[in-house]
């Protein structure tokens, strides 16, 4: 039995756009997040109010979430790594973060320079503040899959932060494929390893398609049950501190294969298509989607 309906949380503000070279101005993230909100997507992750000097890409986070139009249904996320993040957030109006912890050790020392003891009390600090100002968590876990320094990461470990980040009071947990080397023989074991410690519902999957595997690894989750994926228009993203990481899975191929399987997303492919359009030309490459390059072609 595959989920009758799926949540898509589009990370291309944010995940695509923080691993792109050229600088855009606000009002081109301002325009592309209105576009996406226009497809009828129902959460879309806006910026990462994360330090400048790590990610200079994010900057504008707080212009970016100021000039966004909101939509009703719509919910408006960004990353936050510490406090001082968290308090950033509020002041641009957001009532919605995310935190990102890791499964391995050597990850997290790149990617928030903290082992993952440390960035673990670091988010029990942002998740007690973040009850006070009434907004909602939710919790990464990268490299669960693989990690570009480590390797092989064993599931248990997966679980352990994954039910640590659950605890303190994320919501929803995305069990995060940062580098792209996830495929359907990992779902089984790592989403039962989880399951030891989230509820279902609870789960989200977050893939990145550099070795083309993500589809594939969607359909098997779904076949577990999993209900909420995250996406990047176009095939935006990756990760500044995963070597070889590529975009994100991208919401196209992935609202297409959901529409044919009768599973319900609310996104609406056709204007989707607008959103990437209006990207493309603005980050000097071709985005990736399968989907996208389809549609182009056929000039549909
Ligand atoms: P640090 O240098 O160890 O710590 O950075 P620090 O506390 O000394 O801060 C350094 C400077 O940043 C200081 O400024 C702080 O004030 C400032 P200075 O005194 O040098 O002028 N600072 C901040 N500024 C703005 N906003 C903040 C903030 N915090 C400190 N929130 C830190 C530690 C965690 C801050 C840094 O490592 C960092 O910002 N890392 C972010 C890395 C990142 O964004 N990575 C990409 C996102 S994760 C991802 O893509 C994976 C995901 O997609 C899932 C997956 O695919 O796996 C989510
Ligand atoms: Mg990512």
Not at 61 to 77: D, K, L, N
Not at 101 to 116: D, G, M, P, V
Request: with cysteine; proline share 6%; charged share 20%.
């Amino acid at each position: 039995m595959l989920p009758a309906a799926v949540t898509i949380v589009e990370v291309g503000p944010r995940d695509g756009l923080q691993n792109e070279p050229l600088r855009l101005p606000h009002q081109d993230k301002v325009r592309f997040i209105d576009l996406l909100s226009a497809a009828g997507l129902p959460v879309i992750e806006v910026a990462a109010f994360v330090s400048p000097r790590w990610v200079p890409q994010m900057a504008d986070a707080a212009e970016v979430c100021q000039g966004i139009t909101r939509r009703s249904g719509t919910r408006y996320p960004a990353l936050v790594p510490n406090e001082t993040g968290l308090e950033r957030a509020h002041a641009a109006g957001l009532s919605d973060v995310a935190i990102f912890a890791a499964a391995s050790e050597a990850f997290s020392r790149k990617n928030i320079n903290q082992s993952i003891a440390e960035s673990l009390e670091t988010y029990r600090r942002v998740c007690t503040r973040a009850r006070e100002l009434d907004m909602r968590v939710r919790g990464y876990v990268s490299t669960a899959f693989g990690c570009p320094f480590e390797g092989t990461i064993a599931p248990s470990r997966v679980a352990d932060v994954a039910g640590a980040l659950l605890d303190m009071g994320a919501f929803e947990i995305a069990i995060s494929d940062t580098i792209g080397v996830a495929h359907p023989g990992q779902m089984p074991a790592v989403i039962e390893a989880v399951l030891s410690r989230v509820p279902l519902q609870a789960i989200a999957l977050h893939l990145h398609d550099t070795r083309g595997t993500a589809l594939a690894s969607v359909l098997s989750a779904l076949h577990h049950g999993v209900a909420t994926y995250d996406a990047s228009a176009g095939g935006l993203g990756g990760c500044p501190y995963a070597p070889g990481a590529t975009g994100n899975l991208a919401t196209e191929d992935l609202v297409y294969m959901l529409d044919g399987l009768g599973i319900e997303s609310g996104v609406d492919l056709g204007a989707l298509l607008e959103a990437s359009r209006f990207m493309e030309p603005r980050i000097g490459h071709p985005l990736p989607s399968r989907y996208y390059r389809a549609a182009t072609a056929a000039g549909s």
